[in-house]
Each structure stands twice: as structure tokens, then as C-alpha cells.
């Protein structure tokens, strides 16, 4: 193998565990923020490519710090209903819904063990103004390659702060160290 072909390995690997979010948003002019209440519909983790659970959790916290009401119903590959979604949303009682939908997912070749690993995942995320129209969309993409946990935490801190961006919420210091220990085992 020669030296150029270490150097382009290596600065793909490296590229795979950075999980620099890109994010493309558009908001409506009308829209006031910043919102003090949100309800996420989240499919973050619907199939296996993050944790669902982990990008809940981290989420919730950020709300927190961020003085956000926040209400979340993760979709899953297995749901027999899914109005159940809707149903907590309304009980929640927030004007504003958060659709994040999974668009996509790369995966990589086969391998060592004859398994294909995700390597990057796309997003749609769509805020709902009185579940009527849209007044907020984003495109994401995340590279993955460093563990569930740490992709999860990744997507919650550039969802929250490309909001914060833009105005949707109140902009704050979301990102800190994870307090579960298990947080980065994998």
C-alpha cells in the first residue's frame, strides 16, 4: 500500500468519527419565536442507526437549560398505531410540533462479520404551526462512525442550536459533558 493511499484511508476514517452535522434550514417570516413550548414526533433511532433513546434523553436536557416545555413521542419501525403520536401531542397541548423524520441511510460495505454498519443518516425536521403548516424546516446529515450514544448527543446539540440560530427558540449553552457513564462505552 502506498503512502497516498494510507494518507486518504486514514483521513476517511478520521472523517467518519467527526459527525460535523451539516444543516440547511428555512424559516417562515411570520414565525415569533422564541417558543417556550415544543412537542417532538422523532424517528431518531427508528432503525437502528442511532440511539432513539439517547437523542431523547440528551434533547430533554437541552429543553431544560434552555427553559423549553418539552414533550417527545419517538416513532418506531413497529408501531401499530400511529395516531398514538397525534394523541400525545394533543394531550402535551403545545401550538408548535417538531417532525423529524429519517430520509435516509448510507451504509458501508459488508463487513469483517458480513454486516453492513450505517455510516451517514439524513434527516427532515418540520416545525408545525397548530398542526397546520409549516413554519420552520431543516435538512440534516450526519456522519456517523464514533458509537450510538455520541452520534445521538451530536444531533440533539445541532437540532437545538441551528433553532437557536435561527430565532425558533431561545439560543443557550446546550452542549455539556454527558452525565451517563455509559455515554461513550461503544
Not at 62 to 84: F, H, K, N, Y
Request: neutral net charge; contains cysteine.
Amino acid at each position: 500500500m502506498s503512502v497516498q493511499s494510507i494518507v486518504v484511508w486514514v483521513g476517511l476514517v478520521l472523517a467518519g468519527c467527526t459527525m460535523n452535522p451539516e444543516i440547511n434550514s428555512a424559516k417562515a417570516p411570520e414565525l415569533q419565536g422564541p417558543l417556550r413550548a415544543l412537542f417532538v414526533i422523532s424517528e431518531v433511532g427508528s432503525r437502528g442507526e442511532l440511539s432513539g433513546e439517547h437523542f431523547q434523553t440528551e434533547l430533554e436536557r437541552m429543553a431544560r437549560r434552555c427553559r423549553i416545555r418539552l414533550g417527545i413521542s419517538t416513532v418506531t419501525e413497529l408501531d401499530l398505531d400511529p395516531e398514538v403520536h397525534v394523541t400525545r401531542m394533543k394531550s402535551f397541548g403545545a401550538r408548535h410540533s417538531l417532525t423529524l423524520n429519517l430520509i435516509g441511510i448510507t451504509e458501508s460495505t459488508r463487513n469483517f462479520f458480513g454486516k453492513r454498519d450505517p455510516v451517514a443518516t439524513r434527516y427532515d425536521a418540520r416545525l408545525y404551526e397548530d398542526s397546520k403548516r409549516i413554519v420552520w424546516r431543516a435538512t440534516l446529515r450526519l456522519a456517523l462512525g464514533a458509537g450510538e450514544e455520541i452520534g445521538s448527543e451530536t444531533l440533539a446539540y445541532a437540532l437545538m442550536d441551528k433553532l437557536g440560530e435561527d430565532g425558533v427558540i431561545q439560543r443557550c449553552a446546550t452542549r455539556a459533558p454527558s452525565t451517563d457513564p455509559g455515554a461513550y462505552a461503544r
